[in-house]
């Protein structure tokens, strides 16, 4: 298991340099020219290829980016174009935020989603599942941006129970501040969650071993926890980890609205003012973090399904 | 030594001027006239005040470094960080604020006298030497003026006086010191700790000082007690960056911001129907135009059909419609609020059969197609949508591109081909200048009509040194007509900004380029 762990730790790095590679290359061709945008419109052509020179940017493409790799090598993400500021500072704040309402939206998800795909596929075809069908694909087709700004409208504006936007420090201001973005970050995955749940369960229900552990005189709750959720689990968690991956480079929207601070909204005003080492660094994070996450899931497998852990353990012998 | 007070522009400049030597340890900044005033049920006295003003605005400042962060989204924080020389209250009267006084000794020397006793947030004195610094650092970055001002011969002729060389005169230099672009950094401490210090601790001599900032989230100011100009009345300030303009009007209703920027205009009626917020506009100094492209493939590069195209154009349709009426008419490139702006004599008033009898002379009865570029923003979206069904009335078929907005920079200077492009520009300065030196003067950086006329490059080289009122008003004249005639830019309106406050707002002042005042503003509780 140490020596899988370790081989995937090793392959971070061929996704990095991919990814970066990849970022870089789409940078470079992306229009405007960052000297240009720095000084603004007084600047004469002079003053432009002077800067350009001293940020280095009229070195070749592959000089600048072996310059990147070599300094990421060493911890050294860059400085902003924009704000003179160090990158990394800026990216771990920002992606802890943003941590914090994935982490949250993801939790929410679970937590209102599985229980409901449960009951719904062990109540399939009664009022409750008809319901819960037609509230998930309701969320799974709502955008985002209407389902938050509907729910900011009932919940901060009429009932005054959260606030509108923004992000406070501390409990619980940042509970409270947390639950309608939350919600909303949730709303797709919550859905998807619940219908892949009742997908999975109905798949296991008719199962012949669910009917021998009925004819053991096993208790319904137990058959349901032990023998029906834990085969259903794997496409649920594979779901989990991916939507978790998503969320954590996708919630741009979600931060948008509520003004959460988080690096979906860094990325995109990195990108409209081109400044490349902090689009670079943003990707450098977020693929560290999505292969820890993919990685984590993966480990999951063997903890939910014993079949998956005797692999891992008839590889090592 | 000679006084040139003849080589100051207008009489106003005189009045600022001797204003400036009475006004020396004044409040100085935002002294304009009342912006909001909240409602008093009570005397202001026996009410009790918040000790934190909280506004929002849409978009991140890019750097608290005044001279690096020259958009208005940073003016908007920057301007109770730092002080200027001079500044502009809310009708755009210049007066004095660092500067105690200024003198131009001859054509090309300008004399600042700085008022005594200013402390930076660290405590450190203001001298001349900071003063100078600050010019060195603008013209680093680029700043036009490096092209006239002889910056490495400046001198602090003493603590308080700076002698500023010019190596050709240049008379309407002093309005841009009345940009917050031009905020006066401390050289000792900036020296200290490097730019990449600076630019995480900032410190300057305004009324406040940075407490503490997360970059996109928010930016609390705490009140500086040793102002020159008297501390500000409410302890702390903070702006908040809230992209999404339905939610800062809804934080104003729910009570959780006290001043929400940039509002949009759907959202007026909303602001002015609700008794627990007033509402506040004022109009920019933002011009919103078309460029169009003189060198053009299509017909666009024939003066008559750009005369067309602006006669084509209702602008108060627009205005009306877009805007929702938020907004005036203009025909001239700079605010009428801008010194030596100039009404232009014969304006291409909305004249739908006028337009198309021009469109016959330049043998373009039946029309053309043509690229109409734009950025992204939904009101530039709309004024295009609007404009596309009025030039098709003579008969010129206007393909809307929307693009980012960094591609139609890229795109202009690549020399590729399109027939208009809407634009704004903001005279920052508060002077033609500012706007009139970037956009038209051949191979200028903003000339993205690439425009070029010897006569109007001659003149407006002239205008730029002359000294003399009358000459200047006549260079000026000349100018602005050839401009009118050959119509590069077609200018639709003149913005006005709106924002909303809670009515218990009471001392703001607002600043026509955004850099709105809290110096003298309280948020009762009450």
Excluded at chain 1, 71 to 91: A, E, K, T
Excluded at chain 2, 294 to 312: G, H, K, L
């Amino acid at each position: 298991m140490l020596r899988y762990i370790l081989k995937r730790f090793l392959f971070v790095i061929p996704v990095l340099l991919g990814a970066t590679l990849l970022v870089f290359t789409i940078m470079e061709f992306t229009p405007g020219d960052p000297a240009k945008i720095i000084l603004g419109n007084e600047a004469t052509e002079a003053d432009i290829a002077n800067l350009r020179e001293e940020m280095g940017l009229d070195d070749p493409f592959v000089v600048r980016y072996v310059r990147f790799v070599g300094n990421m090598l060493r911890g050294d993400l860059g400085i902003s174009y924009r704000n003179n500021l160090d990158v990394s500072d800026q990216i771990i704040q920002r992606l802890k935020n943003t941590m914090i309402l994935a982490g949250a939206a993801v939790f929410i998800a679970v937590l209102i989603g599985i229980p409901v795909g449960i009951i719904s596929a062990i109540k399939q075809y009664t009022i409750f599942d008809n319901v819960v069908m037609m509230v998930t694909l309701f969320l799974a087709a709502s955008p985002v941006f209407w389902l938050g700004l509907m729910l900011v409208i009932i919940f901060a504006l009429k009932l005054g129970i959260f606030p509108a936007a923004g992000m406070k420090p501390g409990f619980p201001d940042m509970f409270i501040c947390l639950v309608l973005p939350a919600f909303t970050l949730s709303s797709n995955t919550m859905a998807t969650i619940a219908r892949t749940t009742r997908a999975s369960m109905l798949e296991v229900v008719r199962q012949d071993y669910i009917d021998t552990a009925r004819a053991k005189g096993l208790k319904e709750s137990t058959i349901t926890v032990r023998h029906m959720l834990k085969n259903a689990l794997i496409p649920i968690v594979t779901m989990i980890g991916l939507s978790f991956g998503g969320l954590l480079g996708g919630s741009v929207v979600t931060e948008s609205i509520f003004a959460w601070p988080g690096v979906g909204r860094f990325v995109v005003e990195s990108i409209n003012f081109k400044d490349t080492p902090s689009v670079l660094a943003s990707v450098v994070m977020l693929s560290i973090f999505s292969t820890f996450v993919n990685l984590f899931v993966d480990l999951l497998y063997a903890f939910v399904d014993p079949r998956i852990k005797s692999q891992y353990q008839t590889k090592r012998r | 030594m000679k006084k040139v007070t003849a080589m100051l522009l207008a009489a106003s400049m005189v009045l600022s001027l001797a204003g400036c030597s009475q006004k020396a340890k004044e409040a100085p900044a935002g002294t304009g006239s009342g912006n909001s005033a909240a409602a008093t049920e009570a005397p202001a006295a026996d009410r009790k005040v918040k000790d934190e003003i909280v506004f929002a605005q849409s978009s991140d400042l890019t750097t608290m470094n005044p001279y690096i962060g020259t958009q208005e989204r940073a003016y908007s924080l920057t301007n109770h960080m730092y002080d200027t020389l001079l500044v502009y209250d809310s009708e755009m009267n210049m007066s004095c604020s660092l500067a105690e006084s200024y003198e131009w000794v001859d054509d090309l020397t300008l004399q600042i006298n700085l008022v005594h006793d200013v402390k930076f947030h660290n405590g450190d004195p203001l001298t001349a030497e900071d003063v100078i610094f600050t010019f060195e650092k603008r013209a680093e970055r680029g700043s036009a003026f490096k092209n006239y001002i002889d910056v490495p011969n400046m001198q602090a002729k003493d603590d308080f006086t700076v002698i500023v060389p010019f190596t050709s005169p240049h008379p309407s230099f002093i309005y841009q010191l009345t940009d917050p672009a031009f905020g006066i950094v401390p050289k000792k401490y900036f020296e200290s700790v490097g730019e990449e210090g600076f630019a995480k601790a900032p410190i300057g001599s305004g009324p406040y000082k940075l407490k503490d900032y997360v970059t996109g989230d928010y930016y609390t100011l705490e009140r500086f007690d040793d102002y020159w100009g008297g501390p500000a009345k409410t302890k702390y300030l903070t702006m908040k960056i809230v992209p999404e303009a339905g939610q800062r009007t809804i934080m104003l209703e729910t009570g959780e911001i006290d001043v929400a920027y940039e509002i949009p205009y759907v959202d007026a009626t909303k602001i002015q129907d609700n008794d627990d917020l007033q509402f506040l506009s004022t109009p920019s100094m933002k011009i919103v135009m078309f460029y169009l492209n003189t060198q053009s493939a299509t017909p666009v590069n024939d003066s008559r059909v750009r005369q067309a195209i602006e006669y084509a154009i209702d602008k108060e349709a627009i205005v009306q419609a877009v805007c929702y009426g938020y907004g005036s008419v203009a025909y001239a490139i700079v605010p009428d609020s801008v010194s030596e702006y100039k009404e232009v004599k014969e304006p291409h008033v909305y004249d739908l059969e006028k337009a198309k009898a021009l469109m016959k002379e330049a043998g373009c009865e039946d029309g053309f197609t043509m690229e109409l570029w734009t950025s992204s923003v939904q009101t530039n979206t709309e004024i295009c949508q609007v404009v596309q069904e009025q030039l098709a009335a003579i008969n010129i078929k206007a393909e809307i591109s929307v693009q980012d907005a960094n591609t139609i920079d890229t795109r202009i200077d690549a020399g590729d081909e399109f027939g208009m492009e809407l634009h704004f520009y903001s005279c920052n300065s508060g002077h033609a200048e500012y706007t009139l030196s970037n956009i038209l003067p051949t191979g200028m950086m903003r000339n993205d009509c690439r425009f070029s006329n010897a006569e109007y490059d001659k003149t407006y080289e002239e205008w730029l040194v002359t000294t003399d009122e009358a000459k200047r008003e006549e260079l000026l004249t000349t100018m602005y007509e050839i401009q009118n005639q050959e119509t590069p830019v077609v200018p639709l309106y003149n913005e006005v900004k709106i924002l909303g406050a809670t009515k218990n707002l009471d001392g703001f002042k607002l600043s026509r380029i955004g850099a709105h005042q809290y110096q003298d503003a309280v948020v009762y509780e009450d």
